[in-house]
């Protein structure tokens, strides 16, 4: 593991996005972290450090630093091939017998590998209703009391119990109270991951709030520009944190150390893209509220937005991303899509180009979202070209 630039605890996070993760400051080092293209390493002595590049490499050590930084972690972040390699990372800790909660409405894949896992007879899948905060607790109390779990025997590299929250989730963007859920899941003894990839570690710390790990997409704003597939993980659980390395360790689920140099390197703009993304989001939230081909808007710092009290909360930004429901069907929804010229068309979100899709295009989205609901994510362009785009978009609904 190579050495890292330590920073002062009072540093904004404008300044640490470009001053952490460095090699420290001594004579001719280099200002950028080098990329190790090494799949073994010399070995002359006992040293289990940088044996070989499924255990370890440089390159990852300054991703994992500034990003467990920004979460307020005590021990480094793990970097992962995905988003879904971090969070399998988490998911496949649970033992035969457990018990994982999810809010109803999540990211499909973090929901298709629970059901894996149930289907295998490993962990039985409970859904929450995230916005309805007695509601969960309750389902967390039902499910502790099956577990036997409590705050003493609480086992981090094998829960029988794991509360997995997205707060917004995707593509809803719901809310939950997050201290109040991750509070009680302490008090309960359930391990508690947040996947925080619509916050980003700029807009929420979710570890700062309670939860025990959280997981990124970092393909989306953390790299940010659309070029490369990555995921991390932060806890301050020297536990928690053995379990996820030796599943990355095992499974093969590392990054590339040019993937994870880009993904550094991405960082460095992180604070300057989501401040104008998150800014123009709001914008267009509050433009697309008042428009009458949209039925409805969803976006955490519309103020009102159902979720905007328990956001303006636990959140410094709201986010990129923002969902609207248009007054049409799906066939009239793909036009508005079609007839776009600035938004691009395509899947993922964080990114510096605006995106927008329609998520019931997707089977394995549930039925409760709405067949014309579309997710916006907000790039870097300016905003006023953004919405005359989506005005000119939707006048081919003739409202």
Do not use: C
Not at 39 to 56: E, M
Not at 250 to 278: D, Y
């Amino acid at each position: 593991m190579s050495e890292q630039n330590n920073l002062e605890n009072n540093l904004s996070p404008q300044t640490r996005v470009v001053a952490g993760g460095r090699p420290a400051h001594v004579e001719n080092a280099p200002v950028n972290p080098p990329i190790t293209m090494s799949s073994t390493f010399y070995q002359l002595g006992s040293s289990d450090i940088n044996t070989y590049a499924r255990f370890s490499n440089d390159s990852w050590d300054g991703l994992e630093a500034v990003i467990a930084d920004l979460e307020g972690a005590t021990l480094p972040g793990l970097v992962f091939a995905s988003g879904m390699a971090a969070i399998a990372a988490v998911q496949d800790l649970v033992p035969v017998g457990s018990t994982i909660l999810m809010p109803a409405h999540t990211y499909m894949a973090s929901v298709t590998l629970a059901k894996n896992l149930e289907a295998r007879g490993i962990a039985k899948l409970v859904r929450l209703d995230l916005e309805n905060t007695e509601s969960v607790i309750a389902e967390l109390e039902a499910a502790a009391a099956e577990r036997g779990t409590t705050p003493e025997n609480v086992n981090y590299a094998a829960p029988k119990v794991l509360l997995w929250m997205e707060s917004p989730t995707n593509p809803m963007l719901e809310v939950g109270d997050l201290p109040a859920i991750l509070s009680a899941a302490k008090r309960l003894g359930i391990v508690s991951a947040v996947d925080n990839t619509f916050a980003t570690p700029l807009g929420q710390q979710p570890l700062t709030l309670g939860a025990d790990v959280v997981v990124h997409s970092a393909t989306k704003s953390i790299a940010g520009h659309s070029d490369v597939l990555l995921g991390i993980a932060v806890t301050s659980h020297e536990v928690l944190r053995a379990a996820m390395h030796a599943h990355r360790t095992t499974n093969g689920a590392i990054a590339g150390p040019f993937e994870a140099w880009l993904g550094l390197r991405g960082v460095r703009t992180m604070a300057l893209r989501v401040k104008q993304a998150s800014d123009s989001a709001l914008v267009l939230a509050r433009r697309l509220s008042e428009h009458p081909a949209v039925r409805a808007v969803r976006y955490p710092g519309l103020e009102s937005d159902p979720g905007y009290e328990r956001a303006a909360a636990q959140m410094n930004l709201f986010g990129s991303v923002l969902s609207i429901t248009l007054d049409a069907d799906a066939a009239q929804t793909d036009e508005v899509v079609k007839a776009l010229k600035i938004w691009t068309p395509a899947t993922s979100l964080g990114g510096v180009e605006s995106l927008v899709e329609r998520r019931r295009r997707h089977g394995a989205e549930p039925h409760s979202i709405p067949e014309s609901l579309l997710r916006l994510s907000v790039g870097i362009e300016d905003v006023e070209d953004l919405y005359a785009d989506l005005t000119r978009a939707l006048s081919v609904l003739g409202k």
